[in-house]
Nanobody, 125 residues
Framework: QVQLVESGGGLVQAGDSLRLSCAAS????????MGWFRQAPGKERDFVAG????????YYADFVKGRFTISRDNAKNTVFLQMNSLKPEDTAVYYC??????????????????WGQGTQVTVSS
């Protein structure tokens, strides 16, 4: 089992930045693919960003390209999501996920085996 705990969410104004962290514990492995998803009230959970085990390959949803950056520190079993130029439409609960598939489809939530409890991000206009 792998436990994922997100942190770093909060209430900010449009144009501000936030850095989310996702700390993994338990049966952790640096070979896991990692991803961030988000879910706004009344909407489906959407893919935000993904990163392969080494951190070399990253993937982003079109609506965050150029604003968000995903990274990982395998020595600390932590994944980060740097969010810049935040918009009110970025308001959502952000979830971290870990996947053990050899070739995950990063944007597909079914590729991930473990999920965190989520952290709320609220962006005011």
């Amino acid at each position: 089992q792998v436990q994922l705990v997100e942190s770093g969410g909060g209430l900010v104004q449009a144009g501000d930045s936030l850095r989310l962290s996702c700390a993994a514990s338990g049966r952790t492995s640096s070979s896991y693919a990692m991803g961030w998803f988000r879910q706004a009230p009344g909407k489906e959970r959407d893919f935000v960003a993904g990163i392969n085990w080494s951190g070399i390959s990253t993937y982003y949803a079109d609506f965050v390209k150029g604003r968000f950056t995903i990274s990982r520190d395998n020595a600390k079993n932590t994944v980060f999501l740097q969010m810049n130029s935040l918009k009110p439409e970025d308001t959502a609960v952000y979830y971290c996920a870990a996947g053990i598939l050899r070739r995950p489809v990063y944007s597909d939530s079914a590729s991930y085996n473990y999920w965190g409890q989520g952290t709320q991000v609220t962006v005011s206009s």
